[in-house]
């Protein structure tokens, strides 16, 4: 594997957002997007301890809700 991906949303309940990997069992939350980018590079090292096997690049599909009036 050479990348994962994960979806980010902002958490509108309790603020900040929320990461889960595509396809492996890996969330994480963080206040902000900096703090969530330094969990999610933690949590995949954890996931994968082998080396050989850990994706070397970790890609960020965030997705953002808005609302406008009609």
């Known amino acids: 594997?050479?990348?994962?991906?994960?979806?980010v949303e902002?958490?509108?309940?309790?603020g900040g957002y929320t990461a889960k990997a595509i396809g492996e069992p890996i969330f994480t939350?963080?206040?902000?997007l900096e703090s969530l980018k330094e969990l999610l590079r933690d949590s995949v090292?954890?996931?994968f301890i082998d080396e050989?096997?850990?994706?070397?690049?970790?890609?960020?599909?965030?997705?953002?809700?808005?609302?406008?009036?009609?």
């Open 52 to 70: 050989a096997k850990r994706p070397k690049l970790i890609r960020l599909h965030i997705v953002r809700d808005e609302v406008i009036a009609a």
């Open 29 to 32: 939350q963080a206040d902000d």
């Open 10 to 14: 902002e958490d509108y309940i309790d």
């Open 1 to 7: 594997m050479t990348e994962i991906i994960f979806l």
């Open 45 to 47: 090292q954890c996931h």
